[in-house]
């Protein structure tokens, strides 16, 4: 409700402070982050992983266009190298201090490896026009 309300806000042509317009960049993120396929309902693990990341600025650098790609990416890459993660919050229904710490040192990892993607992906389109 808040986010939608600072939208509101934002709209109207008003100029906004550095920090409030973080907050509706994030909020934008977070809206598609929260988007599901209709009748294809995320795992919990994911969704709680999604929502970590989300919420925590690891999608603030993702263009708000490809977060939905950068989502599902993300969560490709846990199921695949960092399943410990993923299993401990299936198995605890919990985020412990110690799988908190595992899954920010995933997505640490992960965030590394998509923006290098990412740089190398723009810097080919880059030379191809040149």
Not at 20 to 49: C, N, S, W
């Amino acid at each position: 409700a808040a986010f939608r309300e600072l939208e509101a806000f934002a709209q109207l042509g008003t100029e906004l402070d550095a920090a409030t317009q973080r907050q509706l960049d994030r909020g934008y993120r977070m809206v598609e982050i929260l988007k599901q396929p209709q009748y294809e309902p995320l795992h919990f693990a994911d969704q709680v992983i999604s929502i970590y990341a989300g919420t925590k600025g690891y999608f603030d650098k993702v263009p708000v266009a490809d977060v939905a790609r950068a989502e599902k990416e993300l969560l490709q890459f846990i199921r695949e190298e960092k399943s410990e993660v993923r299993d401990a919050i299936i198995n605890t229904k919990d985020l412990s201090e110690e799988t908190e710490s595992g899954l920010k040192a995933a997505l640490t990892e992960f965030a590394d490896r998509f923006n290098s993607t990412k740089a190398a992906g723009e810097l080919e389109t880059a030379a191809a026009a040149s």
